[in-house]
């Protein structure tokens, strides 16, 4: 069996003083496209992923953030067909501005345990168990 290139992408859950959670829906023309996610993205050559989430945020979104606003809560280690991804997901209550698509993807601000109502990645959905029990 060859190996699988091991693919690191960064994810944040972003929560709200509602306490609840942003999700973003993967837009049409990407992989996946329709299911919802948290967001972040792919930690390029040379990025930390703290660094990753800072850039994705307000790349896609709008909100900034810093480093010391970022958590780190859980990971999943998923292997799909052509790589593996291994993506940490971290948590953060504190960001300024208001999140928008920016890059004309769907958001929703969600209740954790609303979470499973929407379809995601089979990635993201394991992470889900460990937001409603911080949250």
């Not at 280690?77 to 300024?96: A, K, N, T």
Request: net charge negative.
């Amino acid at each position: 069996m060859p190996a699988n290139k091991i693919l690191l992408v960064a994810a944040c859950a972003l929560i709200d003083a509602d306490g609840r959670v942003l999700i973003a829906e993967r837009p049409q023309g990407k992989s996946m496209a329709g299911l919802w996610e948290f967001p972040g993205g792919k930690v390029e050559a040379g990025e930390t992923p703290e660094e990753t989430l800072i850039r994705e945020l307000e790349e896609e979104l709008g909100v900034v953030t810093q480093v010391a606003c970022l958590a780190p809560l859980t990971f999943a280690s998923h292997l799909y067909d052509d790589f593996h991804l291994l993506m940490p997901l971290y948590v953060c209550r504190r960001f300024e501005g208001i999140a928008h698509g920016r890059e004309g993807q769907r958001l929703k601000w969600v209740r954790p345990k609303d979470l499973r109502d929407y379809e995601m990645p089979p990635a993201d959905a394991p992470l889900i168990p460990f937001l409603v029990d911080l949250l």
